[in-house]
C-alpha cells in the first residue's frame, strides 16, 4: 500500500530552489526600483550643482556640498513649516487617540444597545463623503479658514482606525473587564486602568497611521490654508517641487544666503529629503508595533 507513501515530486515538496530564486529576484528588484529613487534625491542634494545638473541617474553625490541644506534651513521657511507640522502631528495624534480609544470601546461592549446599528453608521462613513465643497463650507462657517485646526478637527476620527481598535479590544477576555466591574470601577477607569495598558499594540499601530497622516498633510493644506506662514510642510514642498517656486525659501535674496553653492534642482531634493527624512527615522522602532497590532487586530471581526 503506497496511499500515505510521501510525494518525492519537486512541487510537492516543501523547499523548491527554484521558486524561491525567482522569489528572491522579483523581491530584489522591487527593492531596487523602490531604493534608487530615494538614493538619487539623496545624492543630488549633496552634489555640486554644476555635477547634477549634468548626470543622469546619481547613485552617489558628485562633488560633495552641504551647501543645498544649508540654504533650505538657513532662511525661516522651513522651520516654520516643521513647526506647523510637528504642532498639527502631536496635538492631532494626541486628539485622534483619545476620540478613537473612546469610540472603539463603547463599539467593542457586547450589552451596548444598538451596537450593530452603531457600528453600521460608522462603516458606512468609510464608503462614503460629503465631498469636498460641503467640506469647504463647513470649515469656512466654523470660522477655521487659515487655522492649523482646519487640519486637525476634520480628521479627528478615521472609521477605519476605529473599526481596528474595536476588533483588538474585542479580543481582551471579559472576565478581566468583569472583575474590575465588580471591584466598582467605572466604565472610564476601566478603559484608562485596564483596557489600555492591555492595548499597546493596537494604540501604536494606530497611532502610527494618525501620524503619518497628520505629517503627510497636503489636501487640507491647499484648500484651506492660504497664509504661508501657516503651510505644513507638505504643502511648502509642493510649492517647492512642484510649481517650482522658490521665493517662500528666499531664492530672490541672494544676498541673504552669500555665496553658497546651489541651484534649482539641488535645493528641491534637499527639501525632498529634509521633509521625509524624519518620519523615515522614526518608522523602524514602531515597525514591530505596526505588524503586530495589525495582526491582532484583524483576528476578530
Keep these: 500500500m503506497r496511499l500515505f507513501q510521501r510525494s518525492t515530486h519537486p512541487a510537492l ?57 544649508l540654504f533650505v534651513f538657513k532662511g525661516p521657511a522651513v522651520l516654520r513649516a516643521y513647526g506647523v507640522t510637528a504642532f498639527i502631528t502631536v496635538v492631532g495624534t ?25 457600528t453600521v453608521f460608522v462603516v458606512i462613513t468609510m464608503l462614503f463623503s460629503a465631498g469636498i465643497i460641503p467640506g469647504y463650507m463647513l470649515i469656512r462657517n466654523l470660522g477655521l479658514l487659515d487655522s492649523v485646526w482646519a487640519m486637525i478637527l476634520p480628521g479627528a476620527v478615521s ?3 476605529v473599526i481596528l481598535m474595536r476588533n483588538f479590544f474585542q479580543e481582551l477576555p471579559d472576565s478581566i473587564i468583569e472583575s474590575a466591574r465588580i471591584d466598582g470601577a467605572s466604565e472610564m477607569r476601566i478603559l484608562a486602568q ?36 501657516k503651510w505644513p510642510l507638505q504643502v511648502l514642498l509642493r510649492q517647492v517641487v512642484v ?57 476578530k471581526g
Design 13 to 69: 515538496r516543501g523547499h523548491n530552489p527554484i521558486a524561491d530564486a525567482l522569489i528572491y529576484l522579483v523581491l530584489t528588484l522591487l527593492t531596487i526600483v523602490s531604493v534608487a529613487p530615494i538614493i538619487h534625491v539623496f545624492s543630488v542634494s549633496l552634489s555640486n550643482p554644476n555635477e547634477a545638473a549634468q548626470m543622469g541617474l546619481m547613485l552617489w553625490p558628485k562633488g560633495f556640498t552641504p551647501d543645498s541644506y
Design 94 to 118: 494626541a486628539l485622534n487617540l483619545l476620540l478613537t480609544t473612546t469610540s472603539a470601546y463603547v463599539l467593542s461592549r457586547s450589552d451596548l444597545p444598538g451596537r450593530g446599528a452603531l
Design 159 to 161: 472609521a477605519f482606525n
Design 194 to 229: 485596564v483596557v489600555l495598558p492591555l492595548s499597546g499594540p493596537a494604540i501604536a499601530t494606530v497611532g502610527l497611521f494618525y501620524a503619518v497622516a497628520h505629517w503627510n498633510e497636503l489636501f487640507r493644506g491647499i484648500f484651506y490654508i492660504t497664509d504661508p506662514t
Design 243 to 299: 510649481m517650482a517656486d522658490l521665493t517662500e525659501l528666499g531664492m530672490s535674496n541672494r544676498d541673504m544666503y552669500g555665496q553658497l553653492s546651489v541651484n534649482q534642482l539641488t535645493i528641491r531634493a534637499a527639501t525632498v529629503m529634509a521633509a521625509a527624512i524624519p518620519i523615515a527615522a522614526l518608522y523602524p522602532f514602531l515597525q514591530r508595533f505596526f505588524v503586530k497590532g495589525i495582526v491582532l487586530g484583524a483576528e
